[in-house]
């Protein structure tokens, strides 16, 4: 029992320096983030300048050819997102899940909103802004073009003006062609379609009307100004990211760690790459038959930017000959079941590590998966947790029966282990080797009881990164004044639940969940007697009121799934031990909290 004990402290320990470090060290330096963040905004003031970063292929030893990706002027005035769109020549496009323009100018996606997302849980606040022009202070935008070659004229970049040669608006059902014919008489068209969610395709077809041999060098880049707003936590990653290769392997590099060195992955023939936030991402797929190379920058010089580019081999098209290269734009939500499809239907390999699933991925996403399948017939994400649960705790049941059946066995031979340790008195070594022949008189597995604790620890994980990545979690009301499952119970004990008209610090927002969960924990750890030695008997005490203060800023979601955990497990408990004979001391235990301790003899 002592063992039991001592290991559930250490667990407990375990999870509380996690929430101590979210709490005491990631909480406030995201904070002194988002204020350096601000502060570099403002001394940036309205001026902006993009430089012309020099194409992975550039990179001394790379066998992909040399040559500089097409930059903006440097030197650019920031203005107004309305100014920006109103300078160039546009093509709108207008879907279920999309509203925005494509620019002329370099047929560059840099106006895009989502039209499913709001920035807040009222659906009167504005649609989410995901592209705003490259000259604007969040500027974000994505393109693809051909590197510049003086030997073949002018070839489609940045500052080309395309002509709108069919179609007048991109929608699901009608694509627009566009067309560049340069002063060597080499045609470019271009055809832009895009399907009922996020993903645009852009078929570049050339056509060479010459009497010598072209040679063309693709790129494509996604491009953003700033940093997400919002500083970004341990549990997921923001930033760059890509499968680019054969091997398969997820290539992932935060904003600092491109502040300090630019990245340059390996040539290959299949893969993705872009940038990713906590909800959404814009990437692209190259063509998966010409071989490029990927690289993850940043740049300075006014208006700091970061890119992920990438650069093609180059390719030779004959006279009278002519060529098609496709790329793949995905910018959007990261909603599960489209990135699945998007996968499998324009076979994007591995297109699923673009959500963030984390190192137990092999359990994160079925229990998305569970979860989204109760939503679907309940049809709120709330309830759909609580289902998930019991269903976790029925998988764990057999193991769950095991430990209670360990601990109630512990607690009936507690007496002949104290009758053991009397006889021994300070002889540990005969007293552990007396303690292991009663375990194996009575056929007991000391150490029975830890390995679910073992197990179910991945477990909650997985569901405290399902709640806290996936956007179908994000604005997903519960009930009452739970708006919002994937953001902190609004709710604070210190103005009475809003009766009191002042608003509290954010270190007090103690809300009606997380003084559930806090009880609930109490309730649990007081299954069992409080341990006789101080320290630990302090630990037990006090770790409810500290978890109940670490977890008021958790998503409300996982509050509400701990706190019907430790529920289900005190009914678990009790059911299982008044089974194995064992009594349930919760009540007698409450009992002693209260109880007048006797006075100390003199």
């Known amino acids: 029992m002592e063992k039991n004990r001592n290991y559930f402290i250490a667990i407990a320990l375990s999870v509380l320096i996690v929430l101590a470090w979210q709490f005491l060290y990631m909480n406030p330096r995201m904070e002194a983030q988002q204020r350096a963040e601000e502060a570099r905004r403002a001394l940036q003031g309205e001026t902006a300048q993009t430089t012309s970063p020099e194409s992975p292929g550039a990179q001394s030893g790379s ?9 903006a002027a440097p030197g650019q005035t920031t203005v107004t997102r309305e100014q920006a769109l109103a300078k160039s020549q546009r093509v709108q496009i207008e879907t279920p899940a999309l509203t925005g323009s494509i620019n002329l100018t370099g047929a560059r996606f840099d106006d895009l909103k989502l039209r499913e997302y709001h920035e807040t849980v009222d659906d009167k606040s504005p649609i989410i802004t995901l592209f ?3 000259d604007t202070k969040d500027g974000y935008f994505a393109e693809v073009g051909y590197v510049p070659n003086e030997s073949i004229g002018t070839v489609p970049g940045t500052s080309t003006q395309w002509t709108l040669a069919s179609g007048d608006k991109l929608t699901q059902q009608t694509p627009l062609t566009l067309s560049f014919t340069n002063d060597k008489g080499i045609t470019f ?22 009497s010598a041999p072209v040679t063309l060098t693709p790129y494509g880049r ?34 600092s760690n491109i502040e300090e060195e630019q990245y340059t992955n390996e040539k290959a023939t299949t893969g993705w790459f872009g940038i990713t936030d906590k909800y959404w991402a814009a990437t692209i797929a190259p063509p998966q038959t010409l071989p490029y190379v990927t690289r993850f920058s940043h740049f300075t010089g006014g208006q700091a930017s970061y890119q992920a580019d990438y650069k093609g081999d180059d390719l030779t098209v004959q006279p009278g000959q002519s060529t098609e290269l496709k790329n793949l734009v995905f910018a959007g939500a990261k909603e599960v079941p489209l990135i699945s499809r998007y996968e499998t239907e324009y076979a994007v390999p591995q297109f699923n590590r673009l959500i963030d699933w984390g190192w137990f991925y092999f359990i994160t996403k079925p229990m998305f998966q569970l979860m989204d399948f109760f939503f679907r017939h309940v049809g709120n994400f709330g309830v759909a ?7 976790v705790k029925a998988l764990f049941f057999p193991l769950a029966s095991k430990q209670y059946a360990s601990m109630a066995n512990m607690k009936r031979m507690q007496p002949k282990m104290e009758e053991l340790k009397a006889k021994f008195g300070d002889d540990r070594m ?15 597995n000391p150490i029975a009881g830890c390995w679910p604790v073992l197990l179910q620890i991945p477990v909650f994980f997985a569901l405290y990164k399902v709640i806290y990545v996936t956007i179908e979690m994000r604005h997903a009301p519960f009930f009452g004044w739970i708006q919002d499952l994937s953001a902190p119970d609004p709710t604070s004990l210190f103005n009475l639940f809003g009766l009191l008209p002042y608003d509290v610090p954010h270190f007090l927002l103690i809300g009606v969940w997380p003084l559930v969960m806090g009880v609930t924990m109490f309730l649990q750890m007081r299954m069992n007697p409080t341990p006789p030695d101080p320290t630990q008997a302090m630990i037990f005490t006090w770790m409810p009121v500290v978890f109940t203060f670490m977890l008021a800023s958790f998503p409300a979601g996982l509050v509400i799934y701990w706190a019907w955990n430790n529920t289900l497990s005190v009914t678990q408990q009790a059911i299982i031990m008044k089974r194995h004979g064992a009594k349930v001391e919760l009540f007698d235990n409450l009992k002693g909290l209260f109880r007048r301790k006797p006075a100390a003899s003199k």
């Open 63 to 71: 066998s992909a050819p040399t040559g500089t990706l097409p930059g």
């Open 132 to 134: 705003s022009p490259s």
């Open 189 to 210: 068209t271009r055809t832009i379609s895009v399907d009922d969610h996020y993903m645009l395709t852009v078929v570049d077809r050339v056509d060479n009307k010459t």
């Open 222 to 255: 996604v491009i953003r100004n700033n940093k997400p707003a919002t500083p970004s936590v341990w549990v997921i990653h923001e930033g760059f990211i890509g499968v680019m290769g054969e091997s398969g392997s997820l290539s992932e590099h935060t904003y």
């Open 385 to 391: 947790i609580l289902l998930t649960t019991i269903v």
């Open 430 to 444: 005969g007293l552990q080797q007396a303690m292991m022949a009663l375990y194996k008189e009575e056929k007991i």
